[in-house]
């Protein structure tokens, strides 16, 4: 059994295999283990000497390790998911959790332009028929990437990394990213593409480095792929369900995509596919991030995130909420959730081609307060689930930075009609979406105040929220309540703004309706097809 070092040097378990450096830098600071060979359940019995551990994908950091591993102060996920560490648990325990998101960025692009070379000139078909004997350089006549042009979907790091990779080849790039400021287009020399659609008319190449969720899966599907340049050849190096496989593969048999590249795949590990005996498909088994250097660059990257927790240092990758002082989290602890779930509105209510701000406002007692933890949760609320890196309280700001998008945070200790207020605005160009809310009652409850340029007052704790523009007239709740209705979407709570001017019959009004389950978009269409509603929204909070 270890014991506690004697010399109060802290103890680090190094659980997983990674690169000497990052063993060789916890070493000049801490007494190192390497438990890589521990049989199974000594783990459990041993984690309470240890001050930090770094781990990988293997070892399952659940609660009931977690309860004990009474000294813990840190726990450094040598990669980018933290899938195997239950970080609520970690947090309780005042334990730190940190990765290493920069660890795969430069390998995913790397990848992504060696299966763009092999698809342009047919690399993999080649070898294979040469090695089995046959001499066929006419079959496999490829073509140049020079003055071809590139269309990235999805432009966070790595598609950022991978034009400024294809640009030296000639290649001429565009890319559609809603949350990338103008500004960043062009610093890297990149054309911004104001929708999809504009890359699928003009891409000889398409490649996908969007996020996956409710929005993105099933990206790329039959409808997409005809508006795509006759010809195109696709890739993949993001997440597998970005793609319809049916639908990619009926274009491949009518010669609409002339190619595909894959490293990624719906669900993996898989060794039966319908498109690996496609002459023109070239797979790989989602190698993306799989370079020595990656793996030794994860483990270095953390380890220098258990040497900061553990030395009084910056933990610049932390995935939990960073600290809050005692007698402010009092205060500010509420607005919290508040904050993201205004940042997910405003940015949903939004549909901005290219954001480039984001102004939050602190009104009332909370800005006699350090708000920065509240500027952060707002940022977090843009950005999740529209870029492609896992959004918290410490990546946001790089994140945001990476897409020039700025925080900007003012505070004036008054507030009309309200203790405290919280206005949210996310500009892009001449347009702004703005909301507005607070926390009312004793358990401080969130609540929407604005929204639309429209007051009224609802709870703000349902997951999902849709809002209407209409004539104000009678009987227009009664119409979307009896769509939704009709198609089995339960409404928990609505309310109408006030119309400040030009009431009653022909004013404009907005109705604020919150949902248990997602609003279909055909529920939406139909109730905009009727006389007097000029607008409709679903937003997933």
């Given at each position: 059994m270890s014991t506690p070092a004697t010399d109060g040097r802290r103890r680090v378990l190094v659980k997983e295999k990674i690169g000497e450096p990052g063993v060789e830098l916890l070493r000049e600071h801490f007494d190192?283990?390497?438990?890589?060979?521990?049989?199974?359940?000594?783990?459990?019995?041993?984690?309470?000497?240890?001050?930090?551990?770094?781990?990988?994908?293997?070892?399952?950091?659940?609660?009931?390790?977690?309860?004990?591993?009474?000294?813990?102060?840190?726990?450094?996920?040598?990669?980018?998911?933290?899938?195997?560490?239950?970080?609520?648990?970690?947090?309780?325990?005042?334990?730190?959790?940190?990765?290493?998101?920069q660890s795969n960025v430069v390998t995913a692009a790397?990848?992504?332009m060696a299966l763009l070379l092999a698809l342009a000139r047919n690399v993999p078909q080649a070898h294979a028929s040469l090695v089995a004997g046959r001499w066929e350089r006419s079959r496999f006549s490829g073509v140049e990437l020079m003055d071809k042009t590139l269309g990235i979907l999805g432009f966070g790091r790595i598609g950022q990394l991978v034009a400024q990779r294809a640009m030296g080849f000639g290649m001429r790039v565009m890319a559609f990213d809603p949350f990338v400021s103008a500004e960043r287009y062009r610093e890297l020399g990149v054309e911004k593409a104001d929708s999809p659609d504009a890359i699928y008319e003009r891409a000889d190449f398409l490649t996908l480095h969007l996020p996956k969720n409710d929005q993105t899966e099933g990206?790329?599907?039959?409808?997409?792929?005809?508006?795509?340049?006759?010809?195109?050849?696709i890739l993949n190096v993001a997440r597998g369900p970005l793609i319809v496989d049916a639908d990619l593969q009926a274009a491949l048999d009518s010669g609409k995509?002339?190619?595909?590249?894959?490293?990624?795949?719906?669900?993996?590990?898989?060794?039966?596919?319908?498109?690996?005996?496609?002459?023109?498909?070239?797979?790989?088994?989602?190698?993306?991030?799989?370079?020595?250097?990656?793996?030794?660059?994860?483990?270095?990257?953390?380890a220098e995130q258990v040497v900061a927790a553990l030395t009084g240092g910056a933990v610049s990758t932390a995935v939990n909420v960073p600290a809050v002082a005692p007698e402010d989290f009092e205060v500010l602890g509420p607005f919290l959730p508040l904050c993201r779930r205004l940042g997910r509105l405003a940015m949903g209510l939004a549909e901005a081609s290219s954001v480039e701000r984001v102004d939050v406002e602190f009104l009332g007692r909370i800005a006699e307060r350090d708000t920065r933890p509240l500027g952060l949760a707002t940022l977090v609320g843009v950005l999740t689930g529209h870029v492609e890196e896992d959004v918290n309280a410490v990546s946001a700001p790089a994140i945001a930075a990476e897409r020039g998008i700025e925080l900007v945070e003012t505070k004036r200790t008054q507030a009309r009609d309200f203790t405290d207020l919280v206005?949210?605005?996310?500009?892009?160009?001449?347009?702004?979406?703005?909301?507005?809310?607070?926390?009312?009652?004793?358990?401080?409850?969130?609540?929407?105040?604005?929204?639309?340029?429209?007051?009224?007052?609802?709870?703000?704790?349902?997951?999902?929220?849709v809002l209407f523009r209409y004539r104000d007239m009678p009987g227009m709740m009664g119409r979307a309540?009896?769509?939704?209705?009709?198609?089995?979407?339960?409404?928990?709570?609505?309310?109408?703004?006030?119309?400040?001017?030009?009431?009653?019959?022909?004013?404009?009004?907005v109705m604020v309706l919150t949902t248990d389950a997602p609003v279909p978009e055909t529920v939406l269409d139909e109730i905009l097809s009727g006389d007097a509603f000029f607008e409709a929204r679903f937003v997933s909070l």
């Open positions: 190192v283990d390497l438990g890589v060979d521990w049989p199974e359940g000594e783990l459990a019995g041993r984690i309470g000497d240890y001050d930090g551990i770094l781990i990988r994908s293997a070892t399952q950091m659940d609660s009931d390790l977690i309860a004990k591993a009474t000294r813990m102060k840190v726990i450094g996920r040598a990669g980018v998911g933290v899938d195997n560490v239950d970080v609520g648990a970690a947090t309780k325990h005042g334990i730190v959790v940190a990765n290493a998101p790397e990848h992504t990206w790329l599907d039959a409808e997409a792929l005809a508006k795509c340049k006759d010809g195109v050849r995509v002339a190619g595909a590249a894959l490293d990624v795949f719906r669900s993996e590990p898989v060794t039966d596919h319908p498109l690996f005996g496609y002459p023109n498909v070239i797979v790989t088994p989602h190698l993306g991030a799989s370079t020595a250097e990656a793996t030794d660059r994860a483990g270095y990257q953390a206005r949210v605005t996310v500009v892009a160009g001449d347009k702004r979406a703005r909301v507005a809310g607070t926390t009312l009652g004793r358990q401080h409850r969130p609540h929407l105040v604005e929204a639309w340029g429209q007051r009224f007052n609802v709870q703000f704790e349902d997951d999902y929220m309540g009896m769509c939704f209705g009709a198609h089995g979407v339960n409404i928990n709570s609505a309310a109408v703004g006030h119309v400040p001017e030009n009431g009653g019959n022909g004013g404009v009004a």
